[in-house]
């Protein structure tokens, strides 16, 4: 079965999956970055321009490394993908992977009225 490997995770093995989502990355050639302005470009393009599920995107790095993306108005009437968040983290956390060349985790998520907050480190 193509793009899947058996993982360990506290000693209980796993099956890993690449999320489909790395399609749309590799579509959109999204590669290492120099700026953090990249980062929010890519992501930006994948989740308002080519799938239209939130009004904008802000990203940005705190001193300790932690990455800061600013989901403005997610809709979730999209139909296609049901307004599910796990959904949303998955491309955000594949891009920011992708474009760091690195591994990517999803720390914490906070809600401020219209606005979603997603923290990677």
Do not use: W
């Amino acid at each position: 079965i193509p793009e899947r490997m058996l993982v360990t995770m506290g000693n209980i093995p796993c099956l890993k999956l690449k999320p489909p989502c790395l399609k749309i990355i590799n579509e959109l050639g999204v590669s290492e970055v120099e700026t953090i302005g990249q980062v929010e470009d890519f992501i930006s393009k994948t989740l308002v321009q080519h799938l239209n599920i939130v009004d904008s995107v802000k990203v940005a790095t705190r001193t300790d490394g932690t990455i800061v993306v600013a989901l403005s108005k997610i809709k979730y009437g999209f139909s296609k993908y049901r307004g599910k968040i796990g959904f949303i983290i998955t491309i955000v956390g594949a891009i920011l992977a992708e474009t760091f060349n690195r591994k990517i985790e999803f720390l914490n998520m906070e809600k401020k009225l219209e606005e979603t907050i997603l923290f990677f480190k």
